[in-house]
Nanobody, 116 residues
């Protein structure tokens, strides 16, 4: 089984920063794409950012310029640096990895709350 554990969530004031980390139970080269999604209360789950084994990244328009996704193969982690946070960023953030089009895995999520 592929296990994903997210960490780094918490309460932060508007304008602040958080860094989320997703630790995978398998070496990262097994996954062709890794990413972060989020789901706010009463809203649909949405893509935040993705990164491929080739270091190609993709971001939702709402987070471009503020969030940075990266991977650390030595630690088997996929990280999300979040800057200039606003209340609209409040959500449960989920790590997701895909081994192939038929196998995708999810973490249980970590809560990010942006509030004064």
């Amino acid at each position: 089984q592929v296990q994903l554990v997210e960490s780094g969530g918490g309460l932060v004031q508007p304008g602040g920063s958080l860094r989320l980390s997703c630790a995978a139970s398998e070496i990262l080269f097994r996954f062709y794409v890794m990413g972060w999604y989020r789901q706010a209360p009463g809203k649909q789950r949405e893509l935040v950012a993705t990164i491929t084994n080739g270091e190609s990244t993709n971001y939702a328009n709402s987070v471009k310029g503020r969030f940075t996704i990266s991977r650390d193969n030595a630690k088997n982690t996929v990280d999300l640096q979040m800057n200039s946070l606003s209340p609209e960023d409040t959500a449960i953030y989920y790590c997701n990895v895909a081994r192939d089009p038929f196998h995708t895995y999810w973490g249980k999520g970590t809560l990010v709350t942006v509030s004064s």
